[in-house]
Structure formats: C-alpha cells, structure tokens
C-alpha cells in the first residue's frame, strides 16, 4: 500500500520568507509519479507539478522549486520570497506508474498562511 | 476552459436522509473521481470510474455508492447519512490518456446533523 506523510500540518510565514514544505512517501512500487496540489480558498486543487520517479533532477519554476531525492523517499517544495497569494493548502501525492485509472494517494495537506 | 461543476458548494441533511451528489465535466473525459477531504486526513478516494457504467471501490467505500449513467455525469450517492459523513466531497475528472492529468471541481461541503 502506498503512504504519502506531509508532517507540517500549519506553517505560519510573513511575507518574502522562503518556506519549505516537507512531504515523504512509501511505496514498494519502483517507478511512481509524486505530484504537488493547491488549493486556494476558492477550493479547487490546482496541479502544480508531477515527478516521475526515475527523474530526480530538481526544477524549478519561478519562485517554486521542488527537491526529489529517491533514497530518502522525499519529495520537498520550496517557495522563495512568499507572498500572501501563496496562502492556501498544500498537497503532496503519490500515484503508481502504468495504471490507467489515475489513482492518487494524497498526503493529509499543509495550511500555509503567509502574512502581510 | 476545462470545468467540472458540482451541483452544491453546501448542503445541509439530516440523519438517515438520502443524499446525492452530483458532478458534471465538459472535458469528455473517461476517468471520474469522487474524494472526501478531512483536515489531518487530506484527500481520500471513495470511488472512481472509468467508463460509462463502470466503477471501482476507493480507499473507503463504505457508506456510499455512485452512479454513471452518462460520460459527462459522476453521482455520489449517500444512502443513509450519518453525522461521520460530514465533509468536504470533491469530484474530480481526468482522460484516459492521461490519468493524472485531473481536473477538480470546486467541492460540496456536506453537513449530515
């Protein structure tokens, strides 16, 4: 079975803080997606990224930027120089490779507030 | 602009009411999901389909059962509420060549008293 811990369950930043939210998985699965949502106060989860687990290369995209190291099971999403639009929950998932139904598993979410 | 609508941002039942639940998508996507969002316990799948017709159990089916009738229409269906059915229920859509390419609706809060 498959696992996905996201152990802030609150971050609490002021503005232009980097904040890092922390996200590990479990899965006997070799190859695997790992995935970031948000979801704004509106409530829709927006998708922000997808990693396949034999692409360990870091990214980045403006002021997010995600660190996924396989032998620590860890899948890290920094934002650099928040902002108080960054305030939402945050979800970490985990989704096996070569299903066709798109089954995830997600982590129990992080609320980060960003103040003014 | 891909959408998936929910028919209720929020709905009030009693104990032992039957209840539904319903999410449309315009995407003619083949994957429909339903979730239940708890705080401390994050997105849990209840059930999810993939074809006309067809369903499959998520991680917690009990207590409810769903419908799809028509491509574009995923019912959630509570057949006797209870009070621990109180949540946030999030549908969700994604096409089948792409499963993880989903798509969310902007959720039902359910209040079961």
């Known amino acids: 079975a498959q696992k996905v811990t996201q152990a802030q369950t609150e971050i609490s930043v002021v503005e232009k803080e980097d904040v890092t939210l922390d996200c590990v998985y479990e899965?006997?699965?070799?190859?695997?997606?790992l995935f970031w949502y948000k979801q704004p106060p509106s409530g829709e989860l927006v998708f922000l990224i997808r990693?396949?687990?034999?692409?360990?290369q870091n990214e980045i995209s403006g002021r997010y930027s995600w660190n996924f190291q396989k032998s620590t099971s860890s899948f890290n999403f920094t934002i650099t120089a928040s902002q108080v639009v960054d305030s939402a929950v945050y979800f970490c998932a985990l989704g096996l490779w070569g299903t066709s139904y798109g089954k995830l598993t997600f982590g129990q979410g992080t609320i980060l507030t960003v103040h003014p | 602009d891909v959408k998936v609508t929910q028919s209720s941002r929020y709905l009030v039942k009693r104990t032992g009411e039957k209840v539904f639940l319903e999410c449309v998508q315009d995407m003619d996507h083949e994957n429909m999901f339903w979730y239940r969002q708890d705080p401390g316990l994050g997105l849990r799948l209840i059930y999810f389909?993939?074809?006309?017709?067809?369903?499959e159990k998520g991680d917690i089916p009990e207590g409810y059962s769903v419908s799809r009738e028509k491509k574009e229409r995923f019912s959630l269906i509570l057949e006797s509420a209870s009070t621990n059915q109180t949540s946030m229920y999030l549908c969700a859509s994604s096409p089948r060549r792409s499963p993880y390419e989903q798509y969310f609706g902007p959720g039902t809060r359910l209040t079961v008293t």
């Open positions: 990693r396949n687990s034999f692409d360990e």
């Open positions: 389909s993939y074809d006309v017709k067809m369903k």
């Open positions: 899965t006997r699965d070799t190859t695997y997606y």
